[in-house]
């Protein structure tokens, strides 16, 4: 991955010329949108030039800026790694593998990242928490997880699935994490996660929602950002 400028850093993403298609034979209606916004999303330009493997890395450079949550040589893992753009900029940012380490885990294939293992599994296995915890070998300062089941169209369905998808990360965080650390996972807006931050608050000195500036404006999702881990007990 390349170095950045003032936009890596930052994670902001500069405007680009707006870019108009002319309809192709053969391409839907939906496709064109679909192609049109991607051209036209500054986060999707600035990935390409800076070498991260998708616009997702700046929703992490985000949180990180706001809560500054990957300091050099910490553990992290990122579950829900693929395509890497989250692992890319916690390597980076943790100095591994030198200084820190970084391990993913996703049900699809991840190109390798220098400074990362990536673990190939589906989270929701019961042979993928004995695999993570063989690459950990240990606790780790961070958790990340962008994990998000494939969308259903209903709303009311997708957050369900998602804050499912959430407590099983937290569950694992609550056996994996060092006193002190961070847990950080996607849900989406819809009002059904109430033990599970009530969970949070118990294990956690603090609990935080945030919306980075890379989340697309008519997505429903949204980061809870847990500091501060109390330890196991706190969940007695």
């Known amino acids: 991955m390349r170095g950045g400028g003032a936009s890596a850093r930052s994670g902001g993403a500069s405007r680009q010329p707006t870019v108009k298609l002319k309809t192709a034979r053969g391409r839907t209606a939906s496709s064109q949108r679909w192609l049109e916004r991607q051209l036209n999303d500054p986060y999707v330009v600035e990935s390409k030039r ?17 809560f500054e949550l990957l300091k050099p040589g910490a553990r992290v893992l990122d579950l829900g790694a693929a395509p890497g753009g989250w ?10 593998p030198a200084r820190g380490r970084v391990v993913g885990l996703d049900v699809l ?19 993928a928490p004995g695999l993570l915890r063989a690459e950990l070998g240990g606790q780790v300062d961070v958790v990340l997880s962008d994990m998000a089941a494939p969308s259903t169209g209903h709303a009311k369905t997708d957050h369900i699935r998602v804050v499912m998808l959430c407590e099983l990360a937290l569950d694992f965080a609550l056996e ?3 006193p002190e650390g961070v ?10 996660e109430g033990e599970l931050l009530a969970r949070m608050k118990r294990a956690f000195r603090t609990v935080r929602h945030f919306k980075p500036a890379a989340s697309r404006s008519e997505s429903p999702e949204t980061y809870v950002v847990a500091t501060g881990f109390r330890g196991t007990v706190a969940e007695k």
């Open 50 to 66: 800076l070498g991260y493997r998708s616009r997702a890395a700046f929703k992490l450079l985000q949180l990180d800026e706001k």
């Open 87 to 96: 692992t890319q900029v916690a390597v980076a940012k943790v100095g591994a």
């Open 109 to 127: 294939p991840v190109e390798p990242i220098a400074g990362a293992t990536v673990v190939l599994a589906d989270f929701g296995d019961a042979e």
């Open 176 to 178: 994996v994490l060092a």
């Open 183 to 192: 847990f950080v996972a996607k849900v989406f807006q819809g009002g059904s």
